[in-house]
């Protein structure tokens, strides 16, 4: 098994890394525990903040991190600049609140209890390709101010992308096993899973790894949090601001290509005629988007990551066609060297569709018309997926009223799913379990301990 950049804007071997030895990846387990043991538990919350604070001035210090998501992802030089700045606000934000997140918390209705926060241990992360800074700074930044230390095994298209952040926290002053990169193979994870030393799992990737990583888990008895896929609901009332809805559902459906799980995926419109004119913009929005070198700031349309990606995503949107959807618009490969492929819309989505339950991980849109606001949520409901969701109307009781009955783990009001330190990440059914990011992630790897004095004797006589 191969770690290996290919620039998806050309089609062209970059480098290639090979996977870690059994004797390394060895090494690299007895390493971080000695870390967690010795040294990094033990240490000052101040200390763990410098460090992520340092880390995050290192990210911000020059462009080497964004070129590398320019060159592995096909990221858009700007959303590259984006999701550095973005991964650096994570840091910065752990290192400000770790020290009132970690504070014992007495319990008033239990005189003498409190609950003391504490690490667990080795928590191992598996992560994607398509946010490969963000993705991991929202694992571990809140994990390293806990105390715990992480051992990361990073998709295999972003060898680069995975180093930098190794070197990051080198630079940032941690020491030699708080952070640790591996190049393992799916053999490999396996066995980390079930080393007595890891004391967590966390995923970020497809269903289908999330099951596998979580059975494994499972049969070890430890704790997971699972962040897999998204098949967002955008829905417009009758009464919600049309032109906001239009730039709202392009921005979301574009952002990375295409490529972000908690992105617009459904656009469902209540009214006919609403419907034509947000189709009409629409398409007119996407005319607008240009193919072109990711590194060249003119440029809007970038490549898919892969060509694994762009063969599934024409797979995917041909298949949708031959159950009966009409492309509307796009549908195809780009005729250019890379990896890129035309904004797409479809309609005619019927329930006998495949496309009706799947995911889309590109510049594909499903388009919906309904008549009234009880199909515009049961629709958006009709789906294996809960993680984000939107709603545009003017009436924000209603827009409360409807974000309740929607299954999901975030619905947002009058804009698309966004993220930000401070706000929980996460979804419900097949979208995962557990959350990130704000207080909640802090807490997903942490050991609550009750600490409870007895009583006082009462006096005698």
């Known amino acids: 098994m191969q770690y290996k950049t290919v620039n998806p804007a050309t089609g062209e071997l970059v480098a290639t890394f090979e996977s870690i030895s059994d004797a390394d990846l060895a090494t690299a387990l007895t390493t971080a525990h000695s870390t967690y043991e010795k040294d990094w538990r ?34 858009l030089v700007g959303e590259a600049e ?31 209890a409190v609950v003391y926060t504490e690490p667990i241990g080795i928590i191992f992360g598996i992560e994607p390709w398509n946010f490969p800074y963000y993705q991991v700074a929202r694992v571990a930044a809140a994990q390293l101010m806990a105390g715990n230390v992480m051992l990361v095994k990073h998709a295999e298209s972003v060898p680069h992308s995975a180093l930098a952040l190794q070197h990051l926290f080198e630079r940032a002053g941690a020491p030699t ?48 949090v699972m962040e897999l896929g998204g098949s967002d609901p955008l829905i417009l009332l009758e009464d919600g601001d049309l032109a906001r809805s239009v730039q709202s559902a392009l921005g979301a459906r574009m952002i990375n290509t295409g490529q972000t799980c908690v992105s617009t995926k459904r656009i469902i419109v209540v ?8 189709l009409e913009a629409f398409r007119k929005g996407l005319d607008t988007f240009t193919a072109g070198d990711p590194a060249d700031r003119a440029t809007t349309l970038g490549p898919l990551a892969s060509q694994r990606s762009l063969h599934f995503l024409t797979d995917q949107v041909e298949n949708a066609r031959k159950h009966g959807a009409t492309v ?11 990896f890129y492929f035309e904004p797409t819309i479809l309609t005619g989505i019927d329930e006998s569709n495949p496309a009706y339950l799947e995911e889309f991980f590109g510049p594909v849109a499903a388009f919906y018309v309904v008549d009234t606001e009880e199909e515009a949520i049961a629709l958006a409901n009709t789906t294996p997926f809960g993680l984000g969701a939107a709603v ?18 975030m619905v947002f009001i009058n804009r698309p799913p966004w993220t930000a330190p401070q706000i929980p990440f996460g979804g419900v059914k097949r979208s995962g379990f557990g959350r990130e990011l704000s207080e909640y992630g802090f807490g997903e790897f942490v050991n609550r301990k009750l600490v409870s004095l007895a009583p006082e004797e009462p006096a005698l006589g």
């Open 42 to 75: 033990h240490r000052p919350v101040a200390e763990r903040a410098a460090i992520l604070k340092a880390a995050a001035r290192e990210l911000r210090a020059g462009d080497e991190y964004a070129r590398y998501l320019t060159l592995e992802v096909g990221k």
């Open 82 to 112: 984006a999701e550095v700045e973005l991964a650096a606000s994570i840091l910065d934000y752990y290192a400000d609140h770790g020290e009132q997140f970690l504070a014992p918390k007495e319990l008033p209705e239990a005189p003498g």
């Open 177 to 224: 096993g708080a952070y640790t990169n591996v190049f393992a193979t799916h053999d490999q994870v396996g066995r980390i899973i079930d080393d007595p030393r890891i004391a967590g799992v966390t995923l970020t990737g497809s269903e289908r790894a999330g099951e596998v990583v979580a059975e494994r888990a499972g049969r070890n008895l430890k704790k997971v």
């Open 271 to 278: 009214g006919e005629e609403r419907g034509e004119q947000f």
């Open 328 to 338: 509307l618009q796009g549908g195809n490969r780009i005729d250019r060297p890379g």
């Open 392 to 409: 545009f109307t003017e009436d924000l009781d209603r827009a409360r009223a409807v974000a309740a009955r929607i299954e999901a783990g």
